[in-house]
């Protein structure tokens, strides 16, 4: 299997069933998100609240900024 012609050929068949450009970057960007939302881990925190783990905040500003939130506080 070969990454980079799956992935061609998925673009491709994005583009034949009709989606622009800007929604297929836009797909992009949101699958990109979910993956680095996969990386961040939470530590144990009181009741009712959540505690990013130090190690793997970058994932969740970078989650951030594929949605268009600037401020890493407010993932």
């Not at 998100?33 to 190690?55: P, Q, S, W």
């Not at 989650?63 to 401020?71: A, C, E, R, S, V």
């Amino acid at each position: 299997m070969d990454d980079a012609e799956e992935f061609d050929i998925t673009l491709k068949c994005m583009k034949t069933v009709g989606f622009s450009e800007q929604e297929i970057d836009e797909i992009q960007s949101v699958l990109v998100a979910i993956l680095n939302l996969g990386n961040v881990k939470f530590d144990n925190a009181t009741k009712g609240e959540c505690k990013l783990d130090e190690g793997t905040s970058d994932f969740s500003a970078k989650f951030g900024n594929y949605l268009g939130i600037k401020d890493a506080a407010d993932v």
